[in-house]
Nanobody
Framework: QVQLVESGGGLVQAGGSLRLSCAAS????????MGWFRQAPGKEREFVAA????????YYADSVKGRFTISRDNAKNTVYLQMNSLKLDDTAVYYC??????????????WGQGTQVTVSS
């Protein structure tokens, strides 16, 4: 089992920045690809970003390319999502995911409980 706990969400004005963190515990962190997904009210959960085990490759949804950056620190068992130039459409609950087999849109595996990000005008 891998336990994932997200933090760093909150209320921010449009154009502002937030950094989300996802701390993993349980099994060894480094073998897992990690990802961020989000779900806005009334919408399905959607892929945001992902990073491979060693951090050499990253993947982003078109909607966040150039604004969000995913990174990981395997020594701290933590993955981050730096979100800049936030837009109203970025408002959602953000979930962290860990998957030993897949990295990207089709990730499943383990999920955190989510952290709320609200962008105001």
């Amino acid at each position: 089992q891998v336990q994932l706990v997200e933090s760093g969400g909150g209320l921010v004005q449009a154009g502002g920045s937030l950094r989300l963190s996802c701390a993993a515990s349980g099994r060894t962190f480094s073998p897992y690809g990690m990802g961020w997904f989000r779900q806005a009210p009334g919408k399905e959960r959607e892929f945001v970003a992902a990073i491979t085990r060693g951090g050499s490759r990253t993947y982003y949804a078109d909607s966040v390319k150039g604004r969000f950056t995913i990174s990981r620190d395997n020594a701290k068992n933590t993955v981050y999502l730096q979100m800049n130039s936030l837009k109203l459409d970025d408002t959602a609950v953000y979930y962290c995911a860990a998957d030993a087999l897949r990295v990207g849109v089709n990730m499943s595996g383990y999920w955190g409980q989510g952290t709320q990000v609200t962008v105001s005008s």
